[in-house]
Each structure stands twice: as structure tokens, then as C-alpha cells.
């Protein structure tokens, strides 16, 4: 078992979020709720619970949920661009959870409201110029999310790789690393490259507590490297797992079509459908390109031994 | 100078190519030619000539030219889509050259050619699929080259974080990652991801002995994350720094332009005029989204000696 110890030095990121390791499970629509989030806080990382895809008492359930299944700190992922944003705020701020991961919207809205309740507030950003914005804006932590992550994704295609050192570079707040981590080596590679800790997403989305359908976690297993597709930049990229609705989509693509038209063609609750309800032809099956590296559905407990055995082989057995 | 020492296993690519350091110049068009590719393996790697961007007399000048300024091994970067490759294959043989990079065309064409002749022959791929196909066709060596690379790329846009894991648990033979490396953690993070070596491509380009235009070499200096695009798809994706003539490429490829209309958007000798004549605004600026992190233009020299202190420095600062 001396091969199950974190290779890597203490940073910022275990203090901040008072976790043994800084493994952080993404949230994420339709598949991270309590039993997920709770798990991976249970193994010594910090889960969150996606609010993105929940009303406001939902989201109290789910808040409330987790406490009764840990006593470890767990965190909210809040997508700011949501109509009924307020409402989530205050059910974050009257449970008091300790941590929250917002995105897709300005930091500088709820930063200062969750600052004086004592949370510690993360942002995810796609560029450097919005990590520097993250920063400005006295968030704690940013996370670093490159091109090949799944679900929604920045317009500049700045892959992990490209854009988690020169994020590092230009703040002074930890930066996590987030886009094609799904096994030890993206973690140490995710270190070298000078981030913190992970956020790692679809790796979790395929595991046994994950809320999602068992085809979204069949399809993530059966999808190889070139299986993902980045589509609708005109009305917000995502990434997902190539379909027949991604065909059609790719078609108008190719041909120019129109804001109004790639809208009508996206329709309504196509991620509920894919992810929550297992359409895998007609749903949007939002996953990352590291769904190649994903080949099973374990618990998991079972799936942070393998990251922290994983990452521990993958340092001991390069280094000269 | 204890700090100075690389800090992984020998990999199997020092031993094939018999090389210091498991550094390998990218060969780039109108970049590369005898003097960046002799300093870079004078320093401990291996340089490579790009003779892509050269006809048979030309190529041989360099080879000879390379012979007559390093002692060392060098090799040649080979793109098999040129009409005239045999011509270009026959001076490579005529002359001995080493080591083959072959690229763009079939790894099963020329591979049986090379071996015979004893030379050390690798292929570029950006997918696991191609990976398979090239350690079929009896190459020694596959270089990953991720979505975020400068230059041409694939189609798939698979990422370097994503693709390199994948490829090292897909073939046999060693790995080189490449596309977005520009400094030591970039190299550090390669080796985690599973590869035995890196292909760097931008920051040689940007060094004193590259023979692209000072131009070229600013304009990688002053982009900053954002600043390279992915345009070309219908025709032949290709990564390259934004300027006037992509905004027009990118307005059409919005309206979905025809691969006919690209082609004469495109028109001839684009990369000639951007790379070696300096034309910033209309030619065509191949760079990676690396350039972010290149902020000078060193010698080869000081360049590597930076790789290898950063590296070394990246493993001994994040290692527990």
C-alpha cells in the first residue's frame, strides 16, 4: 500500500477546501447530485453537486441529502447564466456550503455575497484573460478548463495542455486543471503543467453513483478518442458524444446555418434526454474527449484508489 | 548544475536515435532548415529539416549543409502528400540520413524503403486509429500530435492531454507527444501523459537559428492564448496566428464556403509569405496555441539548457 500516497507536495488546493486529495469532481447536469457528490467527498476529494440542471428546492434536497450521507465538506457547481440563479444562491447560503464552483457568467455577481457567508468561491474559465477576471474579482481558486472537456465549453478552443501553465502564469490564486483528465497520468501530467489539483468530469460521470441513465454511462465506456464532438458555437459549445442528432447538427454546420436555426435544431431538455433519460441517438450525450481513456462503470471509492494508485505509478515509474 | 540533469528514465528514444535529450525540433516548413536542425542536435536533441517547404536540390543542400555543422545525428521531416516525394526520398537515401519523420500520406509507402536502408523512420498521427496503422506499417516510433499543434493538424481535433495517453496504451512502439509544449512543464507533462519523448514545433521556430522571418518570430512572441486559429477544415485544417486574411477565411467558413471558394481564398505560397517573407497580415502564420508561452527568441543554445532546467526544475517543485 506505500504506492497509495499522494506523490506530489501539499498545495494550496487541500488547505482552501480542507480535502485530502485535490481531486475534484466536476458538476455536472443530470449526473452529479448528492449520492454522487458525497461519494467522492467520502474518498478524500471534494464532490459537487451540479445545480444546473435543478430547480431550487431540488437543489435544497440535494444539499441536504449529501450532509446525511458525509461529514466531509462538498461544494455546489452554479452556472450563473440561469434565470432563477438568486433563488440557488440563497439555498446554498442558508444550508451554508462551504464551497461553491460557479461558471458561465460574470464572478463578479455572487463573489462578494459568498465571501461574507465564509464560502469559498471557484470559478471556471476557458482563457486567460478571464482567469485574470476571476482573480480581480477575489475569487479563491480558477479552474482551467481546456477544449476537450465535455458538456459546455469556451469559444476560443484553448486546450488543457495550451492553456493550464499560462493560467498559471498570469494569477496568483491556485489553478485547478480541468479538460481529458480520466486517469493517474492526466493528474501528474495536470501537475507538471502547474495546476493545483483536477476537476475531472465524464471519468465520474461513468461511475455507479453517478445519477446519469446507464446508456449516457454505456456510451461514455463505448466511445473511443474521436468519438466527441465540439458543436453550436453560434449558440454555445459543447461538447458531446457524436450521434445521429450530432450529425444533423454538423450538416447545418457545414452548410452556414443560422443562430435562430442551430436553436430550433438544439430544441428543448435534449441534455435531459441524453444524459438523464439514455437517449443516446437523439440526446445530447455531453462528455469529454477523455472518454477514451474511460473502459469501465466502478464505484466510486473504487475509481479515487485507482486515480491516487494511478498517479503514484505514473511518477514512481518515470522518474529517473 | 545539479539541478541541470534530466530528470526521467532513459527512454527507448535516446537509444534510437542515440540523443542526449528526448527533444525532438518538429521539421517546419520554411523554418527549419540545416542551421536550426544542426544547432538543435549540436544541444542534445535531435533537429530536423523540414522539407516540406523544399525541392530535391534544396533538400540535399541543407542534408549536406546539416552533415557539415554537427557531428550529430539529424533527421528529416517528410510530408508524403508532395508530388515530387521520391525525388525527396532519394536524396535522403543518397545521403544517408538517419532518422525520417514522415507525415500528411500513408506510413506504408515508403517505411520498407527506409528500413532497409537503416533508417530510423517515425510517423505523425492525430489519432489512435492512425497510431495502429503506422506501428502496422513497421514504423519505429509514433509521434501524437495534438489539436492545439501549429501547422497542419487533424481532423478529429483530439487534444494532446486526450490523444497521448491513448496512443501509448494503443501501441507498442515508443511515443512522441506533440502540440502544445513550448517550455519544461509542457515536457514533464508529456512524459506523465505516457510518452517516451516530445516533437517541439513553435518555440524552435521562434529561435535565432530558425530560418523563419523576424516577423514571424514577433508575431509568435506577441500572441497570447487566444491568438491562433483552427481554420481550413474543408480543405485541410491547418492552426495559425489570427490575422486579416483568416478573419476573411473565418467569415466564410461561418457561411459555409465551399472547399472550391477555401481553395481560392487560400490561393498559393500563403505560408512562404507568411513564414518566410514576413507578411503578418496576409500570409499564413503557422504557429501552435503554445505561442502564448514563447515571450523571446533565444538561441538553440540557451533554448535548451532552458527545457532542461525547467523540466528538471517542474519535477523537483511539484514532487512530494
Known amino acids: 500500500m506505500s504506492s497509495l500516497k499522494w506523490p506530489f507536495k501539499n498545495s494550496a488546493i487541500q488547505n482552501l477546501f480542507n480535502i485530502d486529495l485535490p481531486i475534484i469532481q466536476g458538476g455536472m447536469i443530470w449526473a452529479s447530485g448528492a449520492k454522487l457528490a458525497a461519494a467522492v467527498s467520502n474518498a478524500g476529494g471534494l464532490g459537487l453537486i451540479g445545480a444546473g440542471s435543478m430547480k431550487a428546492d431540488m437543489l435544497e434536497r440535494h444539499i441536504l441529502k449529501a450532509s446525511s450521507l458525509t461529514d466531509?465538506?462538498?461544494?455546489?457547481?452554479?452556472?450563473?447564466?440561469?434565470?432563477?440563479?438568486?433563488?440557488?444562491?440563497?439555498?446554498?447560503?442558508?444550508?451554508?456550503?462551504?464551497?461553491?464552483?460557479?461558471?458561465?457568467?460574470s464572478p463578479k455577481r455572487f463573489t462578494p455575497t459568498f465571501k461574507e457567508a465564509g464560502i469559498v468561491v471557484v470559478h471556471v474559465v476557458p482563457s486567460v484573460k478571464l482567469a485574470q477576471k476571476v482573480e480581480a474579482a477575489g475569487c479563491d481558486v480558477v479552474v482551467a478548463?481546456?477544449?476537450?472537456?465535455?458538456?459546455?465549453?469556451?469559444?476560443?478552443?484553448?486546450?488543457?495542455?495550451?492553456?493550464?501553465?499560462?493560467?498559471?502564469?498570469?494569477?496568483?490564486?491556485p489553478v485547478l486543471a480541468a479538460g481529458g483528465i480520466a486517469d493517474g497520468r492526466g493528474i501528474a501530467a495536470a501537475i507538471m503543467l502547474g495546476a493545483d489539483g483536477v476537476q475531472i468530469g465524464t471519468?465520474?460521470?461513468?461511475?455507479?453513483?453517478?445519477?446519469?441513465?446507464?446508456?449516457?454511462?454505456?456510451?461514455v465506456v463505448n466511445a473511443g478518442e474521436r468519438d466527441t464532438v465540439l458543436h453550436l458555437a453560434k449558440i454555445g459549445p459543447a461538447r458531446m458524444i457524436r450521434n445521429d442528432w450530432t450529425d444533423r447538427v454538423?450538416?447545418?454546420?457545414?452548410r452556414g446555418a443560422s443562430a435562430e436555426e442551430m436553436r430550433e435544431l438544439l430544441g428543448k431538455k435534449r441534455e435531459m434526454a441524453g444524459i438523464f433519460q439514455g437517449d443516446t441517438d437523439e440526446g445530447q450525450i455531453e462528455a469529454g474527449q477523455g472518454s477514451g481513456l474511460i473502459q469501465d462503470i466502478p464505484t466510486?471509492?473504487?475509481?479515487m484508489e485507482r486515480l491516487l494508485y494511478e498517479t503514484s505509478h505514473t511518477v514512481n515509474h518515470t522518474l529517473g
Open 72 to 105: 466531509k465538506p462538498f461544494g455546489v457547481n452554479l452556472p450563473l447564466i440561469r434565470e432563477d440563479v438568486e433563488q440557488l444562491v440563497e439555498k446554498i447560503l442558508e444550508h451554508e456550503v462551504p464551497v461553491v464552483f460557479s461558471s458561465a457568467g
Open 145 to 173: 478548463e481546456g477544449f476537450e472537456a465535455g458538456g459546455h465549453n469556451g469559444i476560443d478552443m484553448i486546450t488543457t495542455m495550451a492553456l493550464v501553465p499560462q493560467v498559471a502564469d498570469a494569477v496568483n490564486i
Open 203 to 219: 471519468r465520474f460521470a461513468a461511475t455507479i453513483e453517478s445519477s446519469a441513465h446507464d446508456n449516457y454511462k454505456q456510451a
Open 250 to 254: 454538423a450538416e447545418a454546420e457545414a
Open 300 to 303: 466510486v471509492a473504487e475509481l
